[in-house]
């Protein structure tokens, strides 16, 4: 059973966008924070990129993305965006998004259920 799925990968060069997409199930999504996580290749380990409350009131993000990247929900669809504006390089990796329970964390523990990600290339 397939609990949550990204979609919106792509390759594109850097300065462009992307909005990445995670359809979950309804008892997946619901009261369910959701989070998005990136691991760059080589085998770097996987980290937290952005999260989103279930009400919105919380969102989350990570240094490096903060003023490029929007997370945003629409709960009547069960469905998370990344918005991913002025891509750079070192952005590129597998995105994975999660969800999990109460509040979303700034970590990549704690979190129940994982898509299986889509792959973001930028290239220079």
């Known amino acids: 059973q397939v609990l949550l799925a990204e979609s919106g990968g792509g390759s594109v060069q850097a300065g462009a966008s992307l909005r990445l997409s995670c359809v979950a199930s309804a008892r997946t999504f619901n009261a369910a924070a959701v989070g998005w996580f990136r691991q760059a290749p080589g085998g770097k380990e996987r980290e937290f990129v952005a999260g989103i409350s279930y009400t919105s009131a919380t969102e989350l993000y990570a240094d490096s993305v903060k003023g490029r990247f929007t997370i945003f929900r629409d709960n009547a669809e069960n469905t998370v965006y990344l918005q991913m504006n002025r891509l750079k390089p070192e952005d590129t990796g597998l995105y994975y998004c999660?969800?999990?329970?109460?509040?979303?964390?700034?970590?990549?523990?704690?979190?129940?259920?994982w898509g299986q990600g889509t792959q973001v290339v930028v290239s220079s």
């Open positions: 999660a969800s999990r329970r109460g509040l979303p964390v700034e970590s990549n523990v704690g979190w129940e259920h």
